[in-house]
């Protein structure tokens, strides 16, 4: 089992930054690849970035790349999320979520957190 709780939510202006946190519990949990996703009002869960397990490989959606970076610290069993040149589009719940398949699809995921909200205003 791992557990997944998502920090860094919050409300920020456009071309602002944030860093989005996901503490992850759980003995195995460090061999896990994570990904983050996200969920805004009335649209489906979508892919935003993975990170492979041992943190050499990262994938990210066409619409958040060059602005987000996924990173991770395995001795912390942490997974970051820093997302900078936000855009009003950016707003969304963001999840994050561990899987053992290297995938941007929500159904290679076993575990998931509970979401944090981000927002941001024009």
């Known amino acids: 089992q791992v557990q997944l709780a998502e920090s860094g939510g919050g409300l920020v202006q456009a071309g602002g930054s944030l860093r989005l946190s996901c503490a992850a519990s759980g003995r195995t949990a460090s061999s896990y690849h994570m990904g983050w996703f996200r969920q805004a009002p009335g649209k489906e869960r979508e892919f935003v970035a993975v990170?492979?397990?041992?943190?050499?490989?990262?994938y990210y959606a066409d619409s958040v790349k060059g602005r987000f970076t996924i990173s991770r610290d395995n001795a912390k069993n942490t997974v970051y999320l820093q997302m900078n040149s936000l855009k009003p589009e950016d707003t969304a719940v963001y999840y994050c979520a561990a899987g053992k398949m290297w995938t941007a699809r929500t159904s290679g995921y076993d575990y998931w957190g509970q979401g944090t909200q981000v927002t941001v205003s024009s």
């Open positions: 990170i492979s397990w041992s943190a050499g490989g990262t």
